[in-house]
């Protein structure tokens, strides 16, 4: 029996080890009135890429209270989707609804951010996408 708990514990050191770490993408939220603000907070192994990641993403959610608080707009939400993530980068889809008071309709604007989770730094889109020429758009 012995042998066979030291098999089933080496067994489950193996998996351990290959297994890819991800980031951990939580949901932080702030609500007013007519405020409802939902964005990613990014954990990773690394405390700088995860400082400079957030903090990133902090200007965007500060830009959305701005919008609320200061430029008068009667009401502003915001979302995000993790669209892609592997042992290098995590995408992530996010979102801004606006509406100025006496609007007919409220606005979008959506933002995608692929960021190196290693370093922290954002991945422009021409590292994925060669354009050569207008006409190519």
């Not at 990773?44 to 400082?51: E, L, P, V």
């Given at each position: 029996m012995g042998i066979f708990k030291k098999l089933c514990m080496t067994s489950m050191l193996g998996v351990m080890l290959t297994v890819p770490t991800y980031a951990t993408?939580?949901?932080g939220s702030q609500s007013d009135v007519n405020l409802d603000l939902k964005y990613p907070l990014v954990y990773?192994?690394?405390?700088?890429?995860?400082?400079v990641i957030n903090t990133d993403i902090a200007?965007?959610?500060l830009e959305a209270k701005?919008?609320?608080y200061n430029q008068h707009i009667y009401q502003v939400s915001q979302n995000y989707k993790v669209t892609y993530e592997d042992s290098q980068v995590v995408s992530i889809l996010l979102t801004t609804y606006y509406y100025y008071a006496g609007a007919a309709h409220g606005m979008y604007?959506?933002?995608g951010l692929v960021y190196n989770k290693v370093t922290g730094q954002?991945?422009?889109l021409y590292n994925y996408i060669k354009i050569a020429n207008a006409a190519q758009l």
């Open positions: 993408v939580v949901t990773t192994d690394h405390a700088y890429a995860q400082r200007n965007y959610v701005d919008m609320y604007n959506t933002r954002r991945i422009p």
